[in-house]
């Protein structure tokens, strides 16, 4: 399942979201290539929710931002269920390394 963040700049903020978000629609959003990159860009199609924060948190910091998760669809929860993560992050090791936004860790 891949992982896309929006950065919408007009009023700073960046979003992460699962591809099969309705407002994603795999980093396609809700209206296509309507706008360009004016209001903001999708940015994905990342294998990992850990490499998705770690881009959104980069271009978040330059926004001076902290990413967010869509209230949708809940990426974060996916670190659980998504086989390609959970197996990456199995060890309690790695699961402490993964960050929230806000700082908290997971």
């Not at 770690?54 to 209230?71: D, F, M």
């Not at 669809?73 to 402490?96: G, K, N, Q, V």
């Amino acid at each position: 399942m891949p992982f896309y963040f929006y950065a919408y700049y007009p009023n700073p903020k960046v979003t992460l979201h699962r591809g099969e978000c309705r407002f994603c629609k795999q980093g396609k959003g809700m209206q296509p290539g309507k706008l360009g990159y004016i209001t903001g860009r999708w940015r994905g199609g990342y294998l990992s929710l850990e490499l998705a924060l770690e881009a959104a948190q980069s271009i978040g910091q330059g926004l001076g931002v902290e990413p967010t998760y869509c209230q949708r669809c809940r990426p974060e929860t996916a670190i659980l269920s998504d086989p390609i993560i959970s197996d990456s992050a199995s060890s309690a090791h790695s699961r402490s390394q993964i960050k929230r936004p806000g700082g908290k860790t997971l």
